[in-house]
């Protein structure tokens, strides 16, 4: 359950392992509060309940989403920094490294590189490759059949994307995610985010699927709490950035990759001389045929193979004998 109050108890800064941290370093830098983290202390709280539900083998999932530009990869960074200097070995998580998977091909192979490490947390940003149709069916599969064996790696998954309401509702019946971390707000230094259970994703999500203006879903959900996180200290801003701009590079690279010797509805047309609805028409003649499962979509344009034309020629060819 995620907690809503905090007992009175030492500072993070005060306690064993903080000495000699990442974290203590960042003291007076003006990159942690006071109590010596970037975020609010009731979060650190509602992690430390996250990493003692993994030690007792159940899987565990913070999910971390928001619109362009509110930080939700800077604030799921910060998650797993805490876990690492806390529970690790006091310094944050390697951005190039098996803790940090950058888009969803990424996340299965760096999750068992990270348990046969033996590290406790792991991060997914979903790279710009979220909102793609075919990749979100895609991972939501690769999801699925991960979290099936999962339960004996004790490892806390850390996932970042635009919005957590297009997983699986299989995930949310199995009890997965624990924890959603919404963003929203952003100042020019300083980070807001509104924070829910299990429970009030269902209603996020029942609501999600219903309203016309879509990120309005979350004031249908109760906020479990609230709280601020602050930037990456620059040096760290800058290795993050790194990483991102290349894994966007990459797909952006497969892309391109993915549509030459390929034609879009526009090359058909020229092509043939037709209107935009005759190759409409052509193109829904051949649903069924064994083509039309490989189209990729580039730039919001739909591509399909080049035989394609030689389809349509064959209808045609088969239209005018009379056959």
Known sequence: MVQTNIEVEALPREQPWFKGSYYEKLLDTGYVYEHGLPFSMLLARNIDDLIERIR?????????????????????????????????????IDL??????????????????????????????????????????RFNRNLMRIFEMYRGFRILVIICLPRFYKLENELFDLGIPRLLIHCENRTENTGNFRAFDLEQ???????????IVKPKCYDFGMCNFHGHFLDLPPERSRELDAVSVASKRRETKKAVYD????????????????????VRMKLKDLEGEEI????????????????????????EDALADGR
């Open 259 to 278: 549509v030459k010797g390929r034609v879009n509805i526009e090359q058909i047309k020229a092509h043939f001389g037709m209107s935009t609805r005759w």
């Open 56 to 92: 007792k083998k159940k899987a565990s999932l913070i999910i971390v989403d928001g619109g362009v530009g509110e930080g939700k990869t800077t604030e799921g960074v910060h998650l797993g920094d805490y876990v690492n200097v806390k529970y690790g070995d006091r310094v944050p």
């Open 201 to 211: 994703m269902y209603y996020i999500k029942h609501h999600a699927m219903k309203i």
């Open 292 to 315: 039309m499962a490989d189209v990729v979509t580039f730039e919001k344009k739909k591509y399909y193979k080049k035989e394609v034309l030689q389809l349509i020629a064959e209808q």
């Open 96 to 137: 190039k490294g098996p803790q940090m998977a950058m888009g969803g091909k990424e996340f299965g192979e760096k999750l068992i590189m990270c348990h046969d490490k033996n590290l406790l947390v792991i991060m997914y940003d979903e790279a710009g490759d979220f909102d793609k149709k075919t990749t979100l069916s």
